[in-house]
């Protein structure tokens, strides 16, 4: 009997090894192909233009904006506090409304959104932005998460205003 329960610890103890290194070679895939997911990620973001932030629970105040986005807008890392307020303090007062009506109704149709307004940069000049988003709702139909990205449109709203007026004066110099 004492043989017996040795051999059969010896083959718990053996297959509780090997559980244990299956399962360590499962997490070290996993952790690399994560780690692979993230540099990917990474490199498309600082690849492009375009700033991401993050509204992770919208019952806060707090939001996330990536580097590049505080970059956009003239900030350091380090120089901004990244918050629903400081966000709406920088739109400008005419665009507001708007940018809140197109969010607004991005939740009440639980739909992504894509808007644009003026925001007031580091330096205090304002310029024209892209914003896209998209909501996350729960099983309640409550709004628990906003997520998007977020583009300097500023020299395409100047061609275009330069572009219409050229045209007008076209237009009355044809006249």
Do not use: C
């Given at each position: 009997?004492?043989?017996i329960?040795s051999f059969?610890?010896?083959?718990?103890?053996?297959?509780?090894?090997?559980?244990?290194?299956?399962?360590?070679?499962?997490?070290?895939?996993?952790?690399?192909?994560?780690?692979?997911s993230?540099?990917?990620?990474?490199?498309?973001?600082?690849?492009?233009?375009?700033?991401?932030?993050?509204?992770?629970?919208?019952?806060?105040?707090e939001l996330?904006?990536?580097?590049?986005?505080?970059?956009i807008?003239?900030?350091k890392?380090?120089?901004?506090?990244?918050?629903?307020?400081?966000?709406?303090?920088?739109i400008?007062?005419?665009?507001?409304?708007?940018?809140?009506?197109?969010?607004?109704?991005?939740?009440?149709?639980?739909?992504?959104?894509?808007?644009?307004?003026?925001?007031?940069?580091?330096?205090?000049?304002?310029?024209?932005?892209?914003?896209?988003?998209?909501?996350?709702?729960?099983?309640?139909?409550?709004?628990?998460?906003?997520?998007?990205?977020?583009?300097?449109?500023?020299?395409?709203?100047?061609?275009?205003?330069?572009?219409?007026?050229?045209?007008?004066?076209?237009?009355?110099?044809?006249?």
């Amino acid at each position: 009997v004492g043989v017996i329960f040795s051999f059969l610890a010896m083959f718990f103890v053996i297959y509780v090894l090997r559980r244990n290194e299956t399962i360590e070679k499962e997490v070290k895939k996993k952790t690399k192909q994560l780690s692979e997911s993230e540099l990917r990620f990474a490199l498309a973001i600082d690849g492009n233009k375009n700033g991401i932030w993050d509204w992770q629970d919208i019952t806060k105040d707090e939001l996330y904006w990536s580097p590049r986005f505080k970059e956009i807008i003239g900030f350091k890392e380090d120089e901004i506090e990244a918050s629903v307020e400081e966000f709406s303090s920088r739109i400008h007062p005419e665009d507001l409304e708007e940018s809140n009506r197109s969010f607004a109704e991005a939740i009440e149709n639980n739909s992504k959104w894509n808007t644009k307004y003026r925001l007031k940069t580091k330096s205090g000049e304002y310029r024209w932005f892209s914003a896209t988003g998209v909501i996350t709702i729960d099983e309640n139909t409550n709004v628990i998460r906003a997520t998007g990205s977020f583009s300097d449109i500023d020299e395409l709203i100047r061609m275009q205003n330069q572009l219409k007026l050229n045209e007008e004066r076209l237009s009355v110099a044809i006249s």
